[in-house]
């Protein structure tokens, strides 16, 4: 049974600050992905990440993949406000494609 | 361009009504997929369906929880006989081989359920 573990569950930073958050599963996957949610919203998708190695960018965000150590992370570069939110990781099931969260990472960010 | 889109956005049902929730997925879509999302928790996977054909239910938790497709564009996600324990949120999302090999999910706004 595949199984995604994130932490922290909970991070309270302040502008400016860099962070990182990790996601670990537990068997072999072929993606993973990262999204974020706002309270009472849906899912937005920030990065999809498909071989080891992978890195990815995007503003104040960049992820990155090892598949032998079956580990994502996302670092956090100079967190600003706007980036208060809960993020999930997940990872895709080669057959049928569904995905297995992790619990998310609710990030507060104070000013 | 329309995105996945739900209905109802919100329900509230006594225990032991039936209930049905609609998604209608991106246009030409062929995968879809339904997500239960307790408070505070990540989204667990429920069912999958390409096109009509639902070839995976093993998230299903109940012989409560039924889904269709039948014309391989809107689905239904019927939950009868509710109980408490089944409040959440219950997301929707479609996907398309042609994005492949992201084959990314997108998510609907989610239907909050309820259960009195």
């Known amino acids: 049974e595949l199984k995604v573990e994130q932490n922290p569950l909970f991070l309270s930073m302040q502008e400016g600050k860099n962070y990182t958050i990790y996601c670990n599963y537990s068997?072999?996957?072929?993606?993973l992905y990262w999204y974020r949610q706002d309270p009472g919203k849906s899912l937005e998708s920030l990065f999809v990440?498909?071989?080891?190695?992978a890195v990815k960018q995007e503003g104040r965000l960049m992820a990155s993949l090892d598949t032998k150590a079956r580990l994502s992370t996302l670092h956090i570069t100079a967190a600003v406000h706007d980036l208060s939110a809960t993020y999930f990781c997940?990872?895709?099931?080669?057959?049928?494609?569904?995905?297995?969260f992790g619990g998310g990472t609710r990030l507060m960010v104070k000013p | 361009g329309a995105g996945v889109s739900q209905s109802p956005r919100y329900k509230v049902a006594k225990r032991g009504q039936d209930v049905a929730l609609r998604c209608d997925p991106i246009?030409?879509?062929?995968?879809l997929f339904w997500y239960q999302q307790a408070l505070g928790q990540g989204p667990e996977f429920l069912t999958y369906?390409?096109?009509?054909?639902?070839?995976?239910k093993s998230g299903l938790p109940s012989d409560r929880f039924f889904a269709e497709r039948p014309e391989g564009s809107v689905s239904t996600l019927k939950i009868q006989r509710t109980q408490q324990e089944d409040s959440a949120v219950y997301l929707c999302?479609?996907?398309?081989?042609?994005?492949?090999?992201?084959?990314?999910?997108?998510f609907g706004p989610g239907t909050r359920l309820t259960v009195l």
């Open positions: 997940a990872v895709s099931h080669n057959a049928g494609n569904m995905l297995t």
């Open positions: 999302a479609s996907s398309s081989r042609r994005l492949a090999p992201y084959n990314e999910q997108f």
């Open positions: 990440l498909l071989s080891n190695g």
């Open positions: 068997t072999t996957s072929d993606r």
């Open positions: 246009s030409g879509h062929v995968s």
């Open positions: 369906f390409q096109n009509e054909a639902q070839l995976d």
